[in-house]
């Protein structure tokens, strides 16, 4: 924790600095961004072949799945997919289809069960794939069982997370994947904390709603009465990682810190400052001392449209009915701020692309986080390699 402490410390020194210099962290110029890239179905499926299918999608957390023979299923970019944890104890995922006639093998949501028996013709599969059981087999006719086991797709469980790619065959490394940001998410030991619940809310394009994630240039005029008295607008520290960003926002109390030994300031987290940590291409998780919410982004099932799922989790259970009461009711008033203020704006937002007003959304130099995730979506769909790798404010 020490060097990551030095790294929070460094982050709080800059963004105390940005307070009391009315000033903030800066890309070298402003950024176009066509507004064709937000409407295009030619192009959203680009970013669904080449990046949401390729790359790890962190779709579950290990707390999710505590249990032996515990499992997760659910619809994702319309590909129904469900993770398992088999007697090994290790977390798997596959297509939740059954290869005699592709029915979906369970319904969507959680459960704890060893196999799979399939509503519609009764083919059992054994919660690590395997088909382990054909319906009056002696009546169906010679098959090759080793090709009808479930489709396992890369899966790869770290730092409390699950990642998965929705491609069979791609390799994945998690670790490598998230890079820098591996140590934040081991540090907070996600494996032992209690999850509280989910909801998804619907959106506009998912750039849109991304792209409302990664500046808070917004919070004084979108979120007057809420964000905005915790923390000054247009104040932001930017540290990338590979594709990925810590996205530091100092609080109104930041100068608190001034009253405490430099070496201490890493450890004061909510504390003056908060951190979103951000991987791409869709997962934003905001840790508060009330309560964690992450947000996980799936586009679809039109280039207009997203489905966020807003989960809420705690370092431990209220041990009461009024902590969890109180607890439910900090979850929901942080999701209605989300849903009422920024996803009612990223509608009104996908409108006025769709309107014809302009031909180029602008980012500026003081939405550097923007700036970042747009060079990495453009790195990702060009296939020449001619790309150069995105550096954050270079």
């Avoid at 770290?158 to 929705?166: E, H, K, R, Y």
């Avoid at 808070?216 to 990925?244: I, K």
Wanted: with cysteine; glycine share 8%.
């Amino acid at each position: 924790m020490t060097q990551l402490y030095e790294q929070y410390g460094d982050a709080a020194e800059r963004m105390l600095h940005f307070v009391e210099t009315r000033t903030t962290d800066q890309a070298p110029d402003i950024m176009q961004v066509p507004v064709k890239d937000y409407l295009d179905p030619g192009r959203w499926q680009m970013e669904m072949d080449r990046i949401f299918m390729r790359l790890p999608l962190m779709l579950a957390l290990t707390i999710e799945l505590p249990n032996i023979n515990d499992y997760k299923a659910m619809s994702v970019l319309g590909k129904p997919v469900v993770i398992t944890r088999a007697k090994d104890g290790r977390a798997r995922a596959f297509l939740n289809v059954c290869k005699h006639r592709a029915m979906h093998l369970v319904g969507e949501g959680t459960g704890n069960c060893a196999r799979f028996a399939c509503p519609y013709h009764g083919w059992t599969y054994a919660n690590d794939g395997k088909l382990i059981g054909i319906a009056e087999a002696s009546t169906f006719g010679n098959v090759d069982r080793e090709t009808l086991h479930m489709t396992e797709l890369p899966c790869d469980e770290q730092a409390g997370m699950i990642f998965v790619i929705l491609t069979p065959g791609l390799e994945i490394d998690a670790k490598a994947w998230m890079g820098g940001m591996y140590e934040d998410f081991a540090a907070l030991g996600l494996e032992k904390w209690y999850y509280h619940k989910a909801r998804p809310m619907e959106g506009a394009n998912w750039k849109v709603a991304y792209d409302g994630y990664l500046e808070g240039y917004h919070f004084q005029a979108a979120h007057t009465n809420t964000v905005a008295t915790r923390t000054p607008s247009n104040r932001a520290d930017y540290e990338g990682f590979g594709p990925h960003i810590r996205l530091g926002f100092p609080q109104h109390s930041i100068t608190r810190l001034k009253d405490l030994p430099r070496g201490e300031w890493g450890a004061q987290e909510n504390n003056g400052y908060d951190f979103i940590r951000m991987l791409f291409p869709n997962f934003s998780f905001f840790l508060a001392p009330e309560m964690c919410q992450f947000a996980q982004l799936f586009p679809g099932p039109t280039p207009d449209r997203n489905t966020t799922v807003l989960n809420y989790i705690f370092p431990e259970k209220p041990d009461t009915e009024e902590g969890m009461r109180a607890l439910d009711e900090m979850c929901d008033f942080f999701y209605n701020v989300v849903l009422e203020e920024d996803y009612f704006l990223g509608l009104k937002v996908q409108n006025g692309l769709e309107s014809g007003a302009m031909a180029h959304q602008t980012f500026g130099r003081n939405e550097p986080g923007n700036q970042f995730f747009h060079r990495w979506i453009a790195y990702f769909l060009d296939e020449t390699g001619q790309t150069p790798v995105p550096v954050m404010k270079g």
